[in-house]
Nanobody, 119 residues
């Protein structure tokens, strides 16, 4: 069974930084992409950043230039470095993985970690 476990959320003042981590564990063939989504209260879950196994990245316009996604393949871990945080970045951040188990790939989600940015 594949699990994604996030860490690194918390409370920070506007302009500050946080680093989120997400480690994939369990039995799987390959991790084809990993990334982060976020969901603010009363809003839909939205993409923040993704990173494919080939190194391609995709960022939401609202975080470009402030957030950086990276990955440690040896640890099956993806990171999200968040700088210049704004109150509108406040949300629950979910780790996402596109992971292949045998010949079938599907999306997996972490349990979410709260990020709160105070003004």
């Amino acid at each position: 069974q594949v699990q994604l476990v996030e860490s690194g959320g918390g409370l920070v003042q506007a302009g500050g930084s946080l680093r989120l981590s997400c480690a994939a564990s369990g039995s799987f063939f390959s991790i084809n992409a990993m990334g982060w989504y976020r969901q603010a209260p009363g809003k839909q879950r939205k993409l923040v950043a993704t990173l494919t196994s080939g190194g391609s990245t995709n960022y939401a316009d609202s975080v470009k230039g402030r957030f950086t996604i990276s990955r440690d393949n040896a640890k099956n871990t993806v990171y999200l470095q968040m700088n210049s945080l704004k109150p509108e970045d406040t949300a629950v951040y979910y780790c996402w993985g596109l992971i292949a188990v045998f010949t079938t790939q599907r999306s997996y989600w972490g349990q979410g970690t709260q990020v709160t940015v105070s003004s």
